[in-house]
C-alpha cells in the first residue's frame, strides 16, 4: 500500500507563492510517476504537472512559466512551487502516484488565491 500526504495549502494574494509538498510511504518503488491535479468548486479535475521517476516533466498550459513540480527520491517527497498565483489558481490540489499500473491519491490541500 501507498499513503499520499499533502501539505503547503493556504490563502496567499494574487501575484505570491507557496510550495505544495506530497509526502509518500509505504511500498515506493523507484519506477512511477507523480502528479499533482486541481479541483476547483463546480469544475472537473485537471491535471497540473507530473514528472517521471528520471524526472522528466510535464506542465499544463495554464501554469506552465508560473509553476515548477520537483521530486527529491530520498525523501520520496515531490513539490510543486506555484509562483505569479492567479484568482483562478484556486482549488483543491491532489497529488497522484501510479506505479506497476497501480494509482493512488492523496486527501488534498486547499489553495485560496484571493486579495
Do not use: H
Request: glycine content about 8%; proline content about 3%.
Amino acid at each position: 500500500q501507498v499513503q499520499l500526504v499533502e501539505s503547503g495549502g493556504n490563502l496567499v494574494q494574487p501575484g505570491g507563492s507557496l510550495r505544495l509538498s506530497c509526502a509518500a510511504s509505504g511500498s515506493i518503488f523507484s519506477i512511477n510517476i507523480i502528479s499533482w491535479y486541481r479541483q476547483a468548486p463546480g469544475k472537473q479535475r485537471e491535471l497540473v504537472a507530473r514528472i517521471t521517476w528520471d524526472s522528466t516533466t510535464n506542465y499544463a498550459d495554464s501554469v506552465k512559466g508560473r509553476f515548477t513540480i520537483s521530486r527529491d527520491n530520498a525523501k520520496n517527497t515531490v513539490y510543486l512551487q506555484m509562483n505569479s498565483l492567479k484568482p483562478e489558481d484556486t482549488a483543491v490540489y491532489y497529488c497522484n502516484l501510479v506505479q506497476l499500473r497501480n494509482s493512488y491519491w492523496g486527501q488534498g490541500t486547499q489553495v485560496t488565491v484571493s486579495s
